[in-house]
């Protein structure tokens, strides 16, 4: 009960004090500690002065007072090595199940920092640590390991030093509201190409458009949210140009459907393959939509219609 009580307390004060993407270490938001090895430390400190004054032994005495100003030396120090750095959580990066989503943190400092660590207070996962860094800013990644697909909040991040001597703990978190998301891991399987055809025109027509879907008919200058997957890189190399691959049939009420239904297999299964069939749709340039049983996307070829499709794949 009382641990309960003393976690919520916690919980309320971090809310409370580091709530934040960006946050500088001050005062207020940093917390220091004798590390264990500090408290044993301490202890050989304390049996010095008492065998100091059974003996009447001044320099083991001296030697116990000389382990104690180290030890107040070092919570100073730890202290310092940490004020007034700045931290800021640049975004972290959705990716498909059975790899890692990394977090990218870039920290600000007008002096040298040391031995300097951040993990994933609430995710397991791989943070990253720094033993001596001079520079006055520089970028680290945290990764973080989910164990199935959906979306998810960043959570508490800690930042911790054991600088000086490993003997303190100094440490701080950040508490972030952005989210991100763990995408179903591709299964591979067979493009179906099934096709949605907008009635208000003839169908006969359509279904000759449709012939010429993979038809080739030029090049037209690249605009922000196209797919990237339909550059001509050639042209790229040659012209410095970025051109984009344009076909018969793209803007003619002609699309595919991927279909959940259409899947077989496990829900998990289905997801996976329709994971796989929005990444080869996309890398074939095609216009698609996708319809599952609790969202429907409508068809598109841009990169945020692709991003958008895996993030209802997510949710599902």
Request: neutral net charge; proline residues 3%.
């Amino acid at each position: 009960m009382r641990k309960a009580i003393y976690k919520g307390w916690i919980d309320k004060l971090i809310a409370k004090k580091h709530s934040a993407n960006i946050i500088t270490f001050s005062h207020n938001n940093i917390y220091v500690m004798p590390s264990l090895l500090g408290l044993g430390f301490l202890s050989f400190a304390l049996l010095n002065f008492i065998l100091g004054i059974n003996y009447q032994n001044n320099l083991i005495l001296g030697v116990s007072y000389l382990m104690l100003m180290l030890q107040i030396s070092s919570l100073f120090y730890g202290y310092f090595n940490l004020h007034g750095v700045k931290l800021e959580l640049r975004d972290i990066k959705s990716n498909f199940y059975g790899n890692h989503n990394e977090c990218k943190f870039k920290v600000y400092s007008q002096k040298p920092i040391y031995s300097v660590s951040v993990v994933s207070a609430d995710w397991e996962g791989h943070g990253f640590e720094q033993e001596n860094i001079f520079e006055t800013s520089f970028v680290q990644v945290v990764r973080l390991n989910q164990k199935k697909r959906g979306k998810y909040s960043g959570g508490k991040f800690k930042i911790y030093s054991n600088y000086p001597f490993g003997l303190v703990n100094v440490w701080s978190y950040l508490l972030t509201d952005k989210s991100f998301f763990t995408y179903p891991a591709p299964l591979k399987s067979e493009l179906s190409l099934h096709e949605s055809i907008d009635m208000s025109e003839d169908t006969e027509l359509l279904a000759n458009k449709s012939d010429s879907l993979d038809e080739f008919s030029g090049l037209k200058p690249y605009q922000k949210g196209m797919s990237r997957n339909r550059i001509s890189w050639r042209h790229f190399a040659k012209s410095q140009e970025l051109l984009v691959k344009d076909y018969v049939g793209d803007s003619h009420g002609v699309s595919l459907v991927l279909d959940f239904n259409m899947m077989e297999g496990t829900k998990e299964s289905r997801l996976s393959q329709l994971c796989f069939q929005v990444l080869e749709a996309d890398r074939l340039g095609y216009e698609f939509a996708l319809h599952l049983p609790n969202a429907y996307t409508p068809p598109g070829n841009s990169e945020a219609h692709v991003v958008q499709c895996l993030e209802s794949l997510s949710e599902c």
